[in-house]
């Protein structure tokens, strides 16, 4: 094998990966994870990518103090950042999977 065709090869992984990084990122964008907090007096709903949808507030959560309203949605704010990152994370595993990464390479793409 020479070094022209190794670098034929190499460049058409690399179209590869950035278009299964395109697609997974598009995918993500379209993936709603949905996360609660205080028993489910304040929900959250986010995309993969990070993006608020929905907050929805229980009308009896309205009745108590700020300070507690104001935990319960950074609780559930955090709690579908959490899941909205082990979506992203699987999802960009499976888009460079079968790239003939070594291990531990394939999660910096």
């Known amino acids: 094998m020479n070094i022209n065709m190794l670098m034929q090869q190499a460049q058409r992984m690399q179209k590869d990966m950035e278009a ?6 598009e995918e993500l964008a379209n993936t709603e994870v ?3 907090a205080g028993g489910g007096l304040v929900k959250v ?3 993969g990518r990070f993006v608020v949808k929905r907050v929805e507030i229980s009308p009896d959560l309205l009745q ?3 300070d507690m309203i104001e935990d319960l ?3 559930a704010v955090n709690d579908a950042v959490r899941q909205a990152e082990l979506v992203a994370d ?3 595993k499976s888009a460079n999977s079968g790239m003939g990464l070594p291990p531990g ?3 910096m793409f």
């Open 20 to 25: 299964n990084a395109k697609k997974a990122k």
């Open 34 to 36: 949905k996360a609660e």
């Open 45 to 47: 709903t986010m995309t």
């Open 64 to 66: 108590d103090e700020p």
């Open 73 to 75: 949605i950074a609780a």
């Open 90 to 92: 699987e999802k960009m």
């Open 105 to 107: 390479l394939a999660g």
